[in-house]
């Protein structure tokens, strides 16, 4: 394939692209935020809405602090004596581990704090601290390095181990990481999530420099050991439990959470955390540590690592490269369908890969590639445009020197004619009669215009009839009819323009006050085969048309001037032209004459000044 476009341009544009999507994908390998991740979040939730909903492991369940706990409490957050006697019913439920997301600072009554301390220690417990970040523009990348921390009290503190609840949201507020681990000012601290799996497990999962070991494997986790949040469905898809119902001794409600790791949290209207998922507009935060929790058990959390990443980068340099070469190489409109339809294949294989859990950047390929490609185009189409105002301009300078309708089948078919092409044609030779004499008395400005006004005349006969001048000799021409494809009458058209030629220069003439009888077209018309063919060298060439037919109307012109004559035409070009006007057209007076340089003789028709000004023809020309 060869380009419109300069080699050097599109290695340049080549260069460029790949330059740019390179800086992007150095940013997303970086976990650099970027408006990009804006766009990868919407289509992130679309791909995840079109995989849709799936069932949460039954290990984790909730038990919310829901709108009915809250009215029979009477207020919120309920009392710690209140909060120590549900700790109690948890673990009288046989609950094996207890995460807590609620911040138990301050203190309230002395009784009620020593009563939560002793239940919390009934059983294996995390309670939750907070992360005070003064900037939160931070990298994926970056294990978070909160500023302080706000830690719970203590003594409760002494009683159950301690895990961080913030989460990593984007743009819009969504949560898409849970991080595992903090980097504290007191050092690194875990997530309440990890603690609260660990209490679980009875052993504390180990961070490794690539995921978290878990007793099925290692789960991938994305740069900085976040964990990247894989939903389950609209509130309430993790098993939640009320509250309210554990202290009613609700049948079923103890049951729910037996041998299950509890995670204890707000979820009623207006209290708490909320968050908006794809899923949900208000998923409660409970509900978002439980999904990470959750996705740890089943290893279902979405993977996100190093190597995902590398191959969203490369894919973007793929597209990137493919694309701008399509628009390089391609017709425009054949590149856009086949980069549009990569694009679409890309995103497909990101939404059925996002089915078995991996998360590939659907936004990196696009924000790459799309710039560059169009980018491109654009180039390309305005080289184009300059190249065809280029092209007309040397088809209409070309067409100065060659016939239009031969310049135009040369510009559009450069191999035009490369093998001569044998047909029939009608041949007409016309000249001044006259002219030596006129041009040495006019001298050479005024000859000048005067063969100016006179090629004029007979390039517009002759387009009106059809034809094509193929020559100009002085004061002489010669004109083909049916060339470079033969026509259903090109006989009668060159009998009509011949003695339309005759007419009109016959006024030209009159009209520029020049003596009498100087300067009357004289013609000669033959009609027969001809031979279309390029001449001359391999880097100079010209279209002509060759043949015994020209060489015979070019002597049919003697035949008129010793004749006495102004046109003489062959007995062959007018029975054809009789043919093809479906009317009998014959000459005032006929003679068989030899012509010089052929052995046989032939009938010609002979018409002087006055027979051939008064000819009509009978049929319009084509």
């Given at each position: 394939m060869k380009s419109s476009l300069p080699y050097w341009f599109v290695a340049l544009a080549l260069l460029v692209g790949v330059a740019w999507a390179g800086w992007l994908g150095q940013r997303h390998l970086a976990g650099l935020a970027s408006p990009i991740d804006r766009a990868e979040t919407v289509l992130?939730?679309?791909r995840i809405l079109a995989v849709g909903p799936r069932p949460a492991p039954p290990e984790v369940v909730i038990v919310g602090i829901d709108d009915e706990t809250i009215t029979k409490a009477g207020r919120y957050p309920i009392g710690r004596d209140r909060l120590a006697?549900?700790?109690?019913?948890?673990?009288?439920?046989?609950?094996?581990?207890?995460?807590?997301?609620?911040?138990?600072?301050?203190?309230?009554?002395?009784?009620?704090?020593?009563?939560?301390?002793?239940?919390?220690?009934?059983?294996?417990?995390?309670?939750?601290?907070?992360?005070?970040?003064?900037?939160?523009?931070?990298?994926?990348?970056?294990?978070?390095?909160?500023?302080?921390?706000?830690?719970?009290?203590p003594e409760f503190a002494t009683s159950a181990s301690v895990g961080l609840v913030n989460v990593a949201a984007d743009a819009g507020g969504t949560p898409r990481h849970i991080p595992l681990l903090f980097m504290t000012p007191e050092g690194p601290e875990p997530s309440l999530s990890l603690r609260a799996l660990g209490l679980y497990l009875g052993d504390m999962p180990a961070l490794t420099a690539g995921g978290v070991r878990l007793p099925g494997g290692v789960q991938p986790l994305d740069l900085g050991w976040h964990l990247p949040l894989n939903y389950y469905g609209p509130m309430g898809t993790v098993r939640t439990v009320s509250a309210q119902d554990l202290f009613d001794g609700t049948p079923g409600a103890a049951a729910a959470v037996k041998d299950r790791l509890v995670l204890l949290g707000a979820t009623a209207t207006g209290v708490g955390d909320r968050f908006s998922t794809p899923?949900?507009?208000?998923?409660?935060?409970?509900?978002?540590?439980?999904?990470?929790?959750?996705?740890?058990?089943?290893?279902?959390?979405?993977?996100?690592?190093?190597l995902v990443r590398k191959a969203d980068v490369a894919a973007a340099l793929l597209i990137t490269v493919a694309g701008m070469a399509a628009?390089?190489?391609?017709?425009?409109?054949v590149a856009s369908v086949l980069f549009v339809l990569t694009l679409c294949g890309w995103l497909a294989a990101a939404t059925l890969l996002l089915g078995d859990g991996y998360w590939f950047s659907a936004a990196l390929p696009l924000a790459a590639s799309v710039p560059p490609v169009i980018g491109l185009a654009i180039l390309r189409q305005v080289f184009d445009r300059y190249?065809?105002?280029?092209?007309?301009?040397?088809?209409?300078?070309?067409?100065?020197?060659?016939?239009?309708?031969?310049a135009r089948r040369i510009a559009e078919d450069p191999s035009f004619l490369r093998e001569p092409s044998e047909q029939d044609a009608a041949v007409l030779f016309v000249d001044l009669a006259g002219y030596t004499g006129l041009s040495e008395r006019m001298g050479p400005a005024r000859t000048r215009e005067f063969l100016q006004a006179f090629h004029t005349i007979v390039v517009n006969e002759t387009e009106r009839h059809h034809g094509l001048a193929m020559s100009f000799m002085g004061d002489g021409a010669m004109i083909c009819f049916g060339i470079p494809d033969p026509g259903l009458k090109d006989a009668v058209n060159a009998w009509q323009c011949t003695f339309d030629l005759v007419r009109e220069v016959g006024k030209w003439m009159a009209g520029t006050g020049l003596r009498s009888g100087t300067?009357?077209?004289?013609?000669?018309?033959?009609?027969?085969?001809?031979?279309?063919?390029?001449?001359?060298?391999?880097?100079?060439?010209?279209i002509t048309v060759t043949g015994d037919c020209v060489n015979v109307a070019s002597r049919l012109m003697e035949v008129a001037k010793e004749h006495g004559s102004l046109v003489a035409m062959s007995s062959e070009l007018m029975e054809a032209a009789a043919h093809e006007a479906g009317a009998d057209l014959h000459a005032p007076r006929t003679e068989t004459v030899a012509i010089r340089g052929r052995q046989k003789e032939m009938l010609v028709g002979l018409w002087t000044a006055l027979e051939a000004e008064a000819v009509k023809l009978v049929v319009p020309a084509n």
């Open positions: 992130l939730d679309m006697e549900l700790i109690g019913k948890i673990r009288n439920a046989g609950a094996k581990a207890l995460g807590i997301d609620m911040l138990l600072v301050g203190n309230t009554d002395d009784a009620a704090d020593a009563g939560l301390t002793s239940a919390l220690g009934s059983l294996p417990s995390v309670i939750a601290a907070a992360g005070v970040f003064k900037d939160d523009n931070r990298p994926v990348s970056a294990i978070p390095a909160p500023d302080s921390i706000l830690p719970p009290l899923f949900d507009q208000i998923l409660p935060g409970v509900e978002v540590l439980a999904t990470g929790v959750s996705n740890l058990m089943d290893g279902s959390a979405l993977i996100r690592d190093g628009a390089a190489f391609l017709p425009l409109a190249q065809m105002r280029r092209l007309e301009t040397a088809q209409d300078a070309l067409s100065r020197f060659q016939a239009p309708e031969l300067g009357a077209l004289r013609a000669g018309v033959h009609f027969g085969p001809v031979v279309l063919s390029r001449l001359g060298h391999e880097h100079q060439q010209q």
